[in-house]
């Protein structure tokens, strides 16, 4: 059981280019999560969606985006990137169930220079 | 403005000795707080969790003790072992829609 799993694990960027990053559950859950890590931040929600088409804005959305075009795939997408989101970003997933946990994958490592 | 604040950001204890992390919020409206261990490279990964119509929870030598009207949680390993030296974070939700993480504990177990 693969879970969540994020591609690519590490990718380097220099300013203004694009790139997008995938997140697969095989878990067939309703909610899915993009978060960042920077230290001393903890991890800070980007978006988040409840379902399959939809998406919403989290604590720190700017300069993101993303799509939940089938339930098991979220894909973050940085237009221009810019140094200051040089992070660690995490995809989680959960279902639909206040008691359910959430189950992370481990990690893209993006440096922009 | 954060909306969970977590202490200490690091913490150094002795194998067998106990591991107290403490975290304070302010969103009354949160319903459930969980707990996540992290190890280097990897994701977290959920540890223990408790919803505020209790005041405690045990899971093996972990346990979350909740106090509602000071709007504080904490997490308490007892029997410290090396093997759980790791980073821990607080996290609070409501309606399980938005989570908000603490800013992370590096616990050391010392042997």
């Known amino acids: 059981n693969a879970g969540v799993t994020q591609t690519p694990k590490f990718r380097v960027l220099k300013t203004g280019q694009s790139m997008t990053l995938l997140c697969a559950q095989d878990m067939n859950h309703e909610y899915m999560y993009w978060y960042r890590q920077d230290p001393g931040m903890g991890l800070r929600l980007i978006h988040y969606s409840v379902g399959e088409g939809t998406t919403a804005k989290g604590e720190v959305p700017d300069g993101y985006n993303v799509s939940r075009l089938k339930k098991q795939n979220f894909l973050l997408g940085l237009e221009s990137a810019a140094p200051s989101q040089t992070s660690v970003y995490f995809c989680?997933?959960?279902?639909?169930?206040?008691?359910?946990?959430?189950?992370f994958g481990d990690g893209t490592r993006l440096s922009i220079l | 403005q954060q909306q969970v604040k977590q202490s200490p950001q690091s913490l150094i204890v002795q194998k067998g000795g106990i591991s107290i992390i403490n975290c304070a919020y302010e969103?009354?409206?949160?319903?459930?707080f969980p707990w996540y261990q992290q190890f280097p490279g990897k994701g977290p990964a959920l540890l223990i969790a408790?919803?505020?119509?209790?005041s405690e929870k045990k899971e093996g030598r972990f346990t979350i003790s909740f106090n509602k009207s000071a709007k504080q949680f904490s997490l308490h390993i007892m029997d410290s072992q090396p093997g759980d030296s790791a980073t821990y974070f607080c996290a609070a939700s409501r309606d399980f829609n938005k989570f908000y993480f603490g800013s992370g504990t590096k616990l050391n177990v010392k042997p």
């Open positions: 969103n009354t409206a949160f319903d459930y």
């Open positions: 408790i919803r505020p119509d209790v």
């Open positions: 989680a997933s959960s279902a639909d169930r206040t008691d359910q946990p959430q189950h």
